[in-house]
């Protein structure tokens, strides 16, 4: 299993683009009244029929030719319904996959989130081909990133850029720090 729960976010979105998706939402939203961890991971990539959604559940099936099993999924949802969570997955072919992980916000058993920061940073550098929009939310506090904006305000400048890069780096540090105020996820 992962050691933290940015690990598993990476691995979904990395399917996402895999996929084909050109947008790639993210949703972290810790919830203290509820409880709750909830990590919504949405794409517009190639989608699965509900027979391949039924298989990337099953640790001993993968679509990669590198490996004989995709312990990811299973995994991710095993960590989120041991902590009292849930784990859904809906796809449409042509349309998109919606990935939902809820988890005990406070349970023992739940990972860290762990560096979500670099895990985001990583993808938008990366990734510069897919559009990524990313909120944090704790509570009734929030922020979003929306690289479509990024690309608007840049033009042909990549994030790659070391300037841009550790721009895009310290605005989702700060943005981050400044939501959690104080508060662990």
């Known amino acids: 299993m992962m050691p933290e729960i940015s690990l598993n976010v990476l691995d979904v979105t990395e399917n996402s683009t895999r996929a084909g998706a050109s947008l790639v939402q993210i949703r972290i939203q ?22 391949q959604v039924k298989q990337v559940i099953d640790p001993f099936f993968t679509t990669r030719t590198t490996r004989k099993v995709g312990l990811g999924i299973p995994f991710y949802k095993y960590a989120a319904e041991s902590t009292g969570g849930s784990f859904s997955i809906q796809s449409q072919v042509g349309v998109g996959t919606v990935v939902t992980a809820v988890f ?25 081909e897919t559009d990524f929009v990313y909120t944090y939310q704790v509570d009734d506090r929030s922020f979003t990133l929306d690289t479509r904006e990024l690309k608007e305000i840049l033009g042909d400048v990549p994030f790659s850029e070391p300037e841009v890069s550790q721009y895009i ?17």
């Open 30 to 51: 810790a919830d203290q009244k509820t409880d709750t961890l909830t990590i919504r991971i949405e794409d517009n990539g190639c989608g699965m029929t509900d027979e």
């Open 104 to 128: 005990g916000l406070s349970h023992i058993d739940r990972m860290p989130l762990g560096d979500i920061t670099s895990t985001i940073h990583t993808l938008i550098v990366y990734h510069p």
């Open 169 to 185: 780096s310290e605005f989702l540090t700060e943005n981050k720090e400044e939501v959690d105020q104080g508060v662990v996820i």
